[in-house]
């Protein structure tokens, strides 16, 4: 059964940082490209950021280009989103989302590329 379990989140102020972290379990983890989604109350999810199996390439949202980035360790079954200089806009859920994939170089940014989802983790940003 594949499980993906996220943490770090947390209430920050505007120009703060979070570590957000997602550990995996269940799927043989460096074969599935991963993903980070957010969504904000009364708004869609939406695309964050990419990495693929390997880890040697990552993607973006343009609105967190610059301020996030996506790393895994393949050794702990683990990815990770840091989040840098937060803004308000940021405050949302975050998830952690598993793509299954033969492609070493995939990298989705749709949700319906992805297979798993954890339950996500809670960031709020105040001004």
């Known amino acids: 059964q594949v499980q993906l379990l996220e943490s770090g989140g947390g209430l920050v102020q505007a120009g703060g940082s979070l570590r957000l972290s997602c550990a995996a379990s269940?799927?043989?983890?460096?074969?599935?490209?991963m993903g980070w989604f957010r969504q904000a109350p009364g708004k869609e999810r939406e695309f964050v950021a990419a990495?693929?199996?390997?880890?040697?390439?990552?993607s973006y949202a343009d609105s967190v280009k610059g301020r996030f980035t996506i790393s895994r360790d393949n050794e702990k079954n683990s990815v990770y989103l840091q989040i840098n200089n937060l803004k308000p806009e940021d405050t949302a859920v975050y998830y952690c989302?598993?793509?299954?994939?033969?492609?070493?170089?995939?990298?989705?940014?749709?949700?319906?590329?992805?297979?798993?989802w954890g339950q996500g983790t809670q960031v709020t940003v105040s001004s």
């Open positions: 989302a598993a793509a299954r994939s033969y492609v070493s170089s995939a990298l989705y940014s749709r949700r319906d590329d992805y297979a798993y």
């Open positions: 269940g799927v043989t983890f460096i074969t599935y490209p």
């Open positions: 990495i693929t199996r390997s880890g040697g390439s990552t």
